[in-house]
């Protein structure tokens, strides 16, 4: 198996910018870049991200609101601001030297063991096999595996057998054969089993199965929310927040909001406190959006107010419309800004 899965590799791997390094600082932008995110959106975010952070001092050297405007439109921000402190902690406790070894590479904040077991055994050989999407699928198939794989039994079965099939020589190379092998050959949708070096074995091709392969247990969890917010200009500018760190979009910012469990109508908007309170009276709806998250359904809408006395909250800050550039905003936002040209 693993000297048919490294000649297929040689042969047909893709040129990926990451592929001609051994570096483990681009290694490592690479893969957390590349969780949740489609290789073809992640190689501009990893052209950006290395170009303004060449090495591991130049991005334990910047700041939040750098780091998030260069993943803006990526989602999942933690990875970004979990990046900036492992970064610092590599500063500060290794010297500047990018860890290599497993051991060393866990303790990193956002490094969880696939990418550990990924940097290790690319920039160290370390025998670590790694399980992401595209394992879990060749491996379900071609042992013909029902396990669900989103489920800690899954996790502990696939894990295991990756563990026992992973060469003790050329792990690193292994492990990137095995996750290009199912990424772009034992595809999700359209496996190319006609052509595939696995035919003869893979139980599942060889039962009629494939596309029962893998398994996974259905999870309902998309919940719909109801966000409404408000442009409100003041003396020539518009005002902003910055989000917490406890929901989506951590700490990116935003307009002056009113999140609510349903829809809600313009008149309940102007009697909702949060606008009483800013002696707001008058608002008009300039646009709605549905903006799709993994298991959140956002039903955004914009409104257009001003603001006639200072009533400022202590967490708003005043920009320009030739500010917004400076600060991170989450895609719909930005979306807005870009669409609607909006005026001061
Ligand atoms: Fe995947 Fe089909 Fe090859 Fe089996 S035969 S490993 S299902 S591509």
Redesign the pocket.
């Known amino acids: 198996m693993t000297s048919k899965l490294i000649r297929w590799y040689i042969k047909n791997k893709r040129d990926l910018p990451w592929r001609n390094t051994t570096d483990p600082y681009s290694i490592w932008v690479s893969e957390i870049i590349l969780q949740q995110t489609q290789i073809k959106t992640g190689i501009n975010y990893y052209n950006r991200f290395i170009e303004k952070f060449p090495n591991i001092k130049a991005l334990a050297m910047s700041n939040e609101i750098d780091v998030l405007n260069l993943w803006q439109g990526l989602g999942y921000y933690n990875r970004a601001l979990n990046m900036l402190i492992a970064a610092k902690t590599v500063m500060k406790e290794y010297h500047g030297v990018f860890p290599v070894k497993y051991d060393d590479l866990i303790q990193l904040k956002g490094v969880g063991e696939y990418t550990a077991s990924a940097i290790s055994s690319i920039c160290s050989n370390e025998n670590k096999a790694v399980v992401d999407g595209n394992v879990y699928r ?1 491996l379900s ?2 042992y013909d595996i029902a396990t669900p794989i989103n489920t800690p039994k899954g996790k502990k079965e696939f894990q295991k057998l990756a563990n026992k099939i992973l060469p003790s020589i050329n792990s690193g190379t292994y492990n990137q054969a095995i996750m290009e092998f199912g990424s772009i ?2 595809q999700k949708h359209i ?3 006609h052509i ?1 070096p ?2 003869g074995e ?1 139980l ?2 060889n039962s009629g199965v ?1 596309k029962l392969r893998p398994v996974k247990n259905k999870i309902n969890r998309i919940k719909t929310r109801y966000l409404n917010y408000f442009i409100i200009r003041y003396k020539g500018q518009f005002i902003i927040q910055q989000r917490g760190s406890k929901d989506i979009w951590k700490k990116l910012y935003e307009l002056p909001l009113i999140e609510s469990k349903k829809e809600i109508s313009k008149d309940q908007l102007i009697r909702h406190n949060y606008l009483k309170r800013l002696q707001i009276k008058e608002i008009k709806h300039i646009s709605s959006v549905t903006h799709k998250l993994t298991h959140q359904n956002l039903k955004i809408s914009f409104w257009e107010t001003c603001l006639k006395k200072n009533r400022l909250r202590s967490n708003f800050f005043n920009i320009t419309i030739d500010e917004i550039q400076q600060y991170p905003f989450p895609k719909p936002l930005k979306n807005y800004f870009d669409k609607e040209h909006i005026s001061i």
């Open positions: 060749f198939r071609l050959h034992c496996p190319k089993c595939c696995f035919q893979c599942s091709f494939v």
